[in-house]
């Protein structure tokens, strides 16, 4: 019997630890996905003097066409601005919608968002960047990645160039230098109105309204007996935070 026993308790325990669930060690590959700002451009032709010494960009009084007051005005400065990063795609929404058609075309750039795919080995911290042109013309340019805190840097050579060794300016790499924006976070309220002080509970719901809060449920506790009424009401409010 104490025989049985002994291997019954064995076979508990074996099964116990055969079937814990393994504990990963390993951290998740980095991912590049998410909402930037691409904060400068530094191109070839940049470093060169093509730009100027940048360009600054005013609305007249009273609105309108943008004047454009600076001559150094180039096609990658007009790429800062919001960028999104997707599993595959890169998405410059840039500023050159602000500027007149005219100005584009002396650019060679358009009005709307620059797309671009790519590949990102996360392993090797490289990027592979295909684009196409206007007319139609695809290109692949090698690149490489660096990350420092919520600073994105994307080194990538000339269409048939060689990878770069680093994220430094130098020769025909440009550098596109992105921030990271923070995520959006919900936060949540809640509000409880006694019976006999709804006026209290009034000025908090009107105070967390103007300050972006929205009703998202009411709860009732329940009452101390059975024989009594509830006198409190809950309100659940939440906003998010961008």
Do not use: Q
Not at 229 to 236: L, N
């Amino acid at each position: 019997m104490r025989a049985l026993c002994s291997l019954t308790t064995a076979f508990v325990v074996f099964t116990a630890s055969a079937g814990a669930a393994p504990v990963p060690t390993e951290k998740p590959a980095p991912s590049l996905e998410g909402k930037y700002t691409l904060l400068s451009v530094s191109s070839p032709a940049d470093r060169a003097g093509a730009a100027g010494g940048g360009f600054g960009a005013v609305a007249p009084p009273g609105g309108g066409a943008v004047v454009v007051r600076a001559a150094g005005l180039t096609a990658s400065s007009l790429l800062a601005g919001p960028a999104t990063f997707t599993k595959n795609e890169i998405s410059l929404e840039g500023r050159a919608g602000t500027l007149p058609p005219t100005t584009l075309a002396m650019l060679g750039a358009s009005a709307g968002p620059t797309t671009m795919e790519y590949t990102f080995d996360a392993a090797k911290m490289t990027i592979d960047i295909e684009t196409v042109s206007l007319r139609g013309k695809k290109t692949k340019a090698l690149g490489v990645v660096e990350v420092v805190g919520d600073r994105l840097i994307v080194a990538v050579g000339r269409d048939g160039d060689e990878r770069p060794k680093n994220t430094d300016e130098a020769g025909d790499v440009t550098v596109y230098y992105f921030r990271k924006v923070p995520a959006p976070r919900t936060e949540f309220r809640i509000v409880a109105m006694t019976v006999g002080k709804e006026g209290d509970a009034e000025k908090e719901l009107n105070r967390l309204a103007k300050d972006g809060f929205e009703l998202v449920s009411t709860t009732t506790p329940a009452a101390a007996d059975a024989k009594s009424a509830p006198t409190t009401v809950h309100f659940v409010l939440k906003r998010v935070v961008k």
